[in-house]
């Protein structure tokens, strides 16, 4: 069974891409705050879930675009992922999140103790995530490092900037993957955590991530999606502290 507990074991299978009310889960992440979206209908895909992993402590889920990591505020932005998990999965607990229009690969805790053991090693980045994007336009050279300070675009929240003054350290090392057709595919690994970091980073070169309904514009903006997807994760197991690496493959 899907729901079942016990000794670790791997496996992708699907999970059915029902809602359940917010109050089922709501209460039981690391973080009280609820998601903000763009002005617009939330009409998140219903298509199965695709579990990557699950044993006695952690279920692995790749998130889909569209889908919110938690809810939102209001019935109507009650459906999310940790929501849908909760049917199957009683115990879950959230570690971390994605942006709703960000998809690929997210952990969930299902005991407290791997609830505290995961959020500290998110909390000291000991946690190694790595994305890809397609971005605008073709980036001069084969890689670096964008470092600069982010902060709440407060006129505009939930939009975040770059900020000398106020901001917090936000760093994002990208290495080109191809060029061509006047965008670029990008890697992007982020060594801080900050909201919107790598939208903002891709922004700040000029290079923003198409179909970013916050930071693109005109054209850029003019895609079904956007295109950013976390293609891996690695992590220590709660149990054990082994090395252990998630991946989902990147749909666009």
């Known amino acids: 069974m899907l729901g079942q507990r016990g000794r670790s074991r791997r496996r992708a299978g699907p999970l059915a891409g029902r809602a359940v009310p ?20 939330y009409d998140p895909p219903r298509d199965p879930l695709r579990i ?39 115990s879950v607990l959230l570690v971390h999140r994605l942006d ?54 407060w006129p505009n929240r939930p939009r975040q900037k770059i900020d000398h003054d106020a901001g917090r350290e936000a760093i994002t090392d990208w290495q080109a993957i191809r060029r061509g057709e006047g965008e670029t595919r990008v890697r992007l690994t ?3 955590g900050r909201s919107h970091q790598l939208r903002v980073h891709m922004l700040a070169l000029g290079h923003p ?26 992590l220590r197991h709660p149990d054990g502290g082994r090395q252990v690496r998630f991946h989902s493959p990147v749909p666009f």
């Open 209 to 234: 991530i198409l179909g970013d309904p916050f930071y693109a514009t005109g054209a850029a903006r003019d895609f079904p999606r956007m295109m950013l997807h976390a293609e891996s994760l690695r």
């Open 100 to 153: 709703r229009d960000t998809s690929g690969v997210m952990v969930f805790a299902l005991t407290p103790h791997a609830q505290r053991h995961l959020g500290l090693q998110f909390e000291k980045r000991q946690v190694k995530k790595t994305y890809v994007a397609r971005v605008w336009g073709e980036i001069a050279g084969d890689s670096g490092r964008v470092d600069l300070p982010i902060a709440v675009d």
């Open 190 to 192: 982020p060594q801080t």
């Open 52 to 90: 990557l992993h699950d044993d006695h402590e952690i279920v692995v889920v790749e998130k889909p675009a569209g889908l919110l990591s938690v809810p939102g505020k209001g019935e109507h932005l009650a459906d999310c992922l940790i929501a849908r998990l909760a049917v199957a999965y009683p």
């Open 22 to 41: 917010a109050r089922a889960r709501a209460g039981t992440g690391a973080e009280s705050a609820r998601a903000v979206i763009p002005d617009g209908v």
